[in-house]
Every structure is written in structure tokens, then in C-alpha cells.
């Protein structure tokens, strides 16, 4: 089996690779997560993005996890390997973590996070108005790859939530972005634009070299005032847009109740 072909039992319809390179990471076992768009591949930075201690996040991060928290019980949505799990876990707060990658789960499980699923955030196997928080950073409402397919995730968040429910969502602004920026494809729209890429878990088997490959991603990218406009026909009101880089992130806080808006792009 080559190293840059992927054998039966890697396929990626039932590829994890991303909740592999956590597993693998937790674990302390060898193997390389990179995110691949063509010829453009970039190191997947497990250890940064998923295994972060709270000394090395910012204080912005910080605040927003103890907003959620004054609504619990929260919902993590892309949870992941469970970090901010354990924060809330650490300071008495309920919440429960939801993950499509089973692997992922097991992860945010072996390290002590509890109430974690495995699921599609577009069908969250929580009841209707059990939860108070929605904490969904992380770019996954991007997954929606439209304007549309967003309004009904959020319309989801919004099932799942009480009536004075809490969301934080995050995104791209694609007029903010670098050249560099893996995986960036243009749309004639104003402030709005598309990502697109795969991700690969490279991994020692059995002697050999082994390369799970996942599925193409497709992420909508989009400005505050459009991330807004998607809010029309839900429950939601935005409520606050806060800028964590100079590279176009964003996160943009939602609630059910009335709120004076904050300032687009």
C-alpha cells in the first residue's frame, strides 16, 4: 500500500481523520492532521486548536465561555475533543457537547468530559428547549454553503434552545482575508465568498505508512451583515459582533429576546 493512497479500509465515506488526529494526540501516539485544498497543505495544529489550555486563550474567549455560562445548561456544538467542556465542567456549569465524529467523542470522553454525543448539528439529539446556550465557534455554520442552508441551522439551534435562549456563531468576513487564505474560492456577491478542503490523518500502521483522507468541506463564508440577513425567519436577533483577529474572524452572539443590533461590515 502506497503512502499517498489511501487502502479499503480508509475510504473517506467512512473516514474520521480529524477525530483521529485527536485521538492520536490524546493518546500520545505518532501521526500528522493537515488540511489539504490542491497543491495548498497546511499542518492541522491539533495540539493548538484542540488541545489549548485556558492560560493560552484570550480574554475575549474567556468572557464569552462565562456569558454562555450565565444561561446554562449549554450546548457545544462541534465540540471536538471537549476543551471548553472541561472549562465549564471545572466551574460547576452543565453542559453537554455534541460532535459528528465519533472518534471526536471518544476523545472529549477519555479526557473526562462528560454528557458528549455524537451527532448531526443539523438534527441535534437534544430535546426541544433543553438547553439555554448554544456554543457553536469553530466555523460550522459555514457547513450550512449557503445563505439558506444557515437559517435552517440556526433554526435548529434555535429548537433546541429555551425561549430566552443564547447562540454564539462564528465566521469568515471574506473582505478581510489574506491571498493565503486555504482553500478561498470568490463569489461575485458582496461579502460573500466559499472555502473549500479536505483534511488528512497520516498514521503508522502495521509497519506501514497509512493516509486516511476525509470528505471535501464546503463552507459558506460570509460578513457580519450577511451571517445577519440569515437570521430573517428565525427566532434570532443578532445582538453583538466582536472581532478576535485582524484576518476577518468573527463571532456574532445571538438571542431570542429583543436587542438593539450591533454594527456590520
Same mark, same amino acid.
Given at each position: 500500500?502506497?503512502?499517498? +493512497?489511501? /487502502?479499503?479500509?480508509?475510504?473517506?465515506?467512512?473516514?474520521?481523520?480529524?477525530?483521529?488526529?485527536?485521538?492520536?494526540?490524546? +493518546?500520545?501516539?505518532?501521526? +500528522? $492532521?493537515?488540511?489539504?485544498?490542491?497543491?495548498?497543505?497546511?499542518?492541522?495544529? !491539533?495540539?493548538?486548536?484542540?488541545?489549548?489550555?485556558?492560560?493560552?486563550?484570550?480574554? *475575549?474567549?474567556?468572557?464569552?465561555?462565562?456569558?454562555?455560562?450565565?444561561?446554562?445548561? !449549554?450546548?457545544?456544538? /462541534?465540540?471536538?475533543?471537549?476543551?471548553?467542556?472541561?472549562?465549564?465542567?471545572? @466551574?460547576?456549569?452543565?453542559?453537554? %457537547?455534541?460532535?459528528?465524529?465519533?472518534?471526536?467523542?471518544?476523545?472529549?470522553?477519555?479526557?473526562?468530559?462528560?454528557?458528549?454525543?455524537?451527532?448531526?448539528?443539523?438534527?441535534?439529539?437534544?430535546?426541544?428547549?433543553?438547553?439555554?446556550?448554544?456554543?457553536?465557534? %469553530?466555523?460550522?455554520?459555514?457547513?450550512?454553503?449557503?445563505?439558506? /442552508?444557515?437559517?435552517?441551522?440556526? @433554526?435548529?439551534? *434555535?429548537? !433546541?434552545?429555551?425561549? *430566552?435562549?443564547?447562540?454564539?456563531?462564528?465566521? &469568515?468576513?471574506?473582505?478581510? $482575508?489574506?491571498?493565503?487564505? $486555504?482553500? &478561498?474560492?470568490?463569489?461575485?456577491?458582496?461579502?460573500?465568498?466559499?472555502?473549500?478542503?479536505?483534511?488528512?490523518?497520516?498514521?503508522?500502521?502495521?509497519?506501514?505508512?497509512?493516509?486516511?483522507?476525509?470528505?471535501?468541506?464546503?463552507?459558506?463564508?460570509?460578513?457580519?451583515? +450577511?451571517?445577519?440577513?440569515?437570521?430573517?425567519?428565525?427566532?434570532?436577533?443578532?445582538?453583538?459582533?466582536?472581532?478576535?483577529?485582524? /484576518?476577518?474572524?468573527?463571532?456574532?452572539?445571538?438571542?431570542?429576546?429583543?436587542?438593539?443590533?450591533?454594527?456590520?461590515?
Amino acid at each position: 500500500m502506497t503512502a499517498d +493512497r489511501p /487502502g479499503p479500509s480508509e475510504s473517506t465515506a467512512a473516514a474520521d481523520p480529524l477525530g483521529r488526529a485527536m485521538l492520536a494526540h490524546h +493518546r500520545d501516539e505518532p501521526g +500528522r $492532521l493537515v488540511y489539504r485544498d490542491g497543491a495548498d497543505v497546511r499542518d492541522g495544529n !491539533v495540539a493548538e486548536f484542540y488541545f489549548s489550555s485556558p492560560e493560552s486563550w484570550t480574554p *475575549a474567549t474567556i468572557d464569552g465561555l462565562e456569558r454562555l455560562a450565565e444561561r446554562e445548561p !449549554v450546548i457545544d456544538v /462541534g465540540c471536538g475533543a471537549g476543551k471548553h467542556l472541561l472549562w465549564w465542567d471545572e @466551574r460547576g456549569v452543565e453542559a453537554v %457537547g455534541v460532535d459528528v465524529s465519533p472518534t471526536a467523542v471518544r476523545a472529549a470522553r477519555e479526557r473526562g468530559a462528560e454528557g458528549v454525543l455524537a451527532g448531526d448539528m443539523f438534527d441535534l439529539p437534544v430535546a426541544t428547549g433543553a438547553v439555554g446556550a448554544v456554543h457553536a465557534v %469553530g466555523t460550522q455554520v459555514g457547513l450550512g454553503r449557503s445563505l439558506a /442552508g444557515i437559517r435552517d441551522l440556526l @433554526r435548529e439551534f *434555535a429548537r !433546541v434552545t429555551d425561549e *430566552a435562549g443564547v447562540a454564539v456563531v462564528d465566521n &469568515y468576513g471574506p473582505t478581510r $482575508l489574506n491571498d493565503d487564505f $486555504l482553500g &478561498y474560492r470568490s463569489d461575485p456577491r458582496e461579502g460573500i465568498a466559499h472555502r473549500c478542503f479536505h483534511l488528512e490523518f497520516e498514521r503508522e500502521a502495521d509497519g506501514e505508512q497509512r493516509r486516511e483522507v476525509g470528505r471535501t468541506l464546503q463552507f459558506l463564508l460570509c460578513s457580519p451583515g +450577511r451571517l445577519r440577513e440569515a437570521t430573517v425567519g428565525t427566532p434570532w436577533t443578532p445582538a453583538r459582533v466582536s472581532r478576535t483577529d485582524e /484576518g476577518g474572524h468573527y463571532r456574532l452572539e445571538l438571542r431570542k429576546e429583543r436587542t438593539a443590533a450591533g454594527s456590520s461590515e
